[in-house]
């Protein structure tokens, strides 16, 4: 057989098995990936001290498990939004929360998880507008031996929620009174009424 007719079968060889690894690894990178989504709201109780509760969501999307990289593979950091003279600015120091997923340390494929992670801010100064609340999770890449991490983010702002004033409480007072007062009104008319009939009965 003609060296040549061994070099082309040889070469052929080689073309398939690098299209069959390339293959591979397409199919292993797009079938690891994540979804992450987070969103907020804000509350403000009776006494001033406002919460943040914020939900975050992962999917792991494809075949292959996601296994976040470290204890805080999965956070939320909260940061302050500040205006001042028409400029916005950050907080002093923003809050993170991590590892509020439990004991939960990977997603399967096609699955979801999420949760409720709560702030508690206490008192927001005058300047405060709202909060940027930044979820992420950090991933390590298969195989482990390679040790690249990857992340995946979604980032949503929580408008500060409007205070209760002194006039929407002198309202609401106001209201309550009145619905007393009529309520008490209705239930002398009614006994009157009542004791006339009672009266006419005995006549």
């Not at 302050?80 to 929360?97: A, M, N, Y």
């Amino acid at each position: 057989m003609p060296l040549w007719v061994d070099a082309s079968e040889v070469s052929g060889a080689i073309a398939a098995s690098i299209t069959f690894l390339g293959g591979l690894g397409v199919s292993i990178f797009y079938s690891f990936k994540a979804n992450v989504s987070v969103s907020a709201d804000a509350h403000s109780a009776d006494d001033g001290t406002v919460f943040v509760t914020a939900r975050p969501t992962v999917t792991a999307i494809g075949w292959y498990r996601i296994r976040f990289a470290k204890e805080d593979g999965a956070f939320v950091l909260l940061t302050e939004v500040r205006s001042s003279g028409g400029r916005l600015s950050d907080g002093p120091t923003p809050q993170k929360r991590a590892g509020f997923f439990g004991t939960r340390s990977c997603v399967d494929g096609g699955e979801t998880i999420s949760t409720t992670v709560l702030f508690t801010l206490g008192e927001v100064p005058p300047d405060v507008v709202g909060w940027r609340c930044f979820f992420a999770i950090q991933v390590t890449r298969p195989p482990k031996s390679i040790g690249k991490v990857w992340s995946w983010s979604d980032t949503v702002f929580v408008p500060k929620p409007r205070a209760k004033s002194l006039e929407d409480a002198h309202g609401q007072e106001e209201g309550s009174q009145e619905a007393g007062t009529a309520t008490a009104a209705g239930v002398g008319v009614g006994a009157v009424r009542e004791a006339q009939g009672i009266a006419a009965q005995e006549a």
